[in-house]
């Protein structure tokens, strides 16, 4: 049985209930994904979420939480940021703890060169991908039930 | 060697292979962003990751070729220019 079948919701669309679309594009910034599965589709929101997950937490293991930097890399942190509060824990790990080390501590934490590139680039494109999410939620809110869902 | 390994603490250090392996980091890249776009371009699920793996390739062969043209501009076009 194809799983589209699951993602119907009944009613008729969001437009008619702007504070409920509202909702979901909040939704849809705390958690990438999570916008669409309050939508109730939650096949949908759910493969969103766990490539956005893989995506920001290889960012995180590649060029550490230096990866994510609002101070010293702010251009690229605006794109970041479009993933959520688990983007600005990373960063206020980074700005209250990590930058705190002792030097020589630093040496180690510190991203630099292609594991920074990486990494950074990694959290950014999961940000700018969910923009377009947020984007497919706003659309799909509009929309009645059967047509959202397809 | 034994001692390197057990000294990175992930999600803090920066892992150490990336510097000479970076490229290969494109499939990775590449896959989750094909996870996140194809539900949004699909009305049914059961071909998502068939559909994702071709997302994977058309990109990963996109970026080889313009790295082969590239290549062949700076290499063997741009020389044919005149210097003044």
């Known amino acids: ?150 | 060697m034994m001692s390197l390994t057990l000294a990175w603490t992930p999600f803090l250090e920066p892992v150490g292979w990336v510097h000479t392996w970076w490229y290969l980091l494109i499939v990775p890249l590449s896959f989750g962003l094909g996870m996140m776009y194809k539900p949004m371009r699909m009305s049914r699920f059961d071909r998502y990751w068939r559909e994702v793996g071709i997302f994977v390739g058309q990109v990963t062969l996109g970026v080889i070729a313009m790295g082969i043209a590239l290549a062949v501009l700076t290499e063997f076009v741009l020389p044919l220019l005149p210097a003044e």
């Open chain 1, 1 to 150: 049985m194809p799983e589209h079948h699951s993602e119907s919701r009944s009613g008729g669309g969001f437009a008619e209930r702007p504070a409920a679309a509202f909702i979901a594009v909040v939704c849809a910034w705390l958690l990438p994904g999570l916008g669409h599965i309050v939508l109730g589709q939650r096949a949908r929101g759910g493969r969103i979420m766990a490539g956005a997950l893989f995506l920001i937490f290889s960012g995180l293991l590649i060029g550490g939480v230096d990866s994510v930097d609002r101070v010293d890399d702010r251009l690229w942190f605006y794109a970041q940021a479009v993933n959520g509060p688990i983007v600005l824990v990373a960063d206020a790990v980074n700005q209250r703890y990590v930058k705190h080390l002792p030097p020589e501590r630093q040496l180690d934490t510190k991203g630099l060169g292609r594991a920074n590139e990486m990494g950074t680039l990694f959290i950014a494109l999961a940000g700018l991908m969910n923009l377009a999410v947020i984007f497919d939620v706003v659309s799909r809110s509009a929309m009645p039930g059967a047509e959202a869902a397809a």
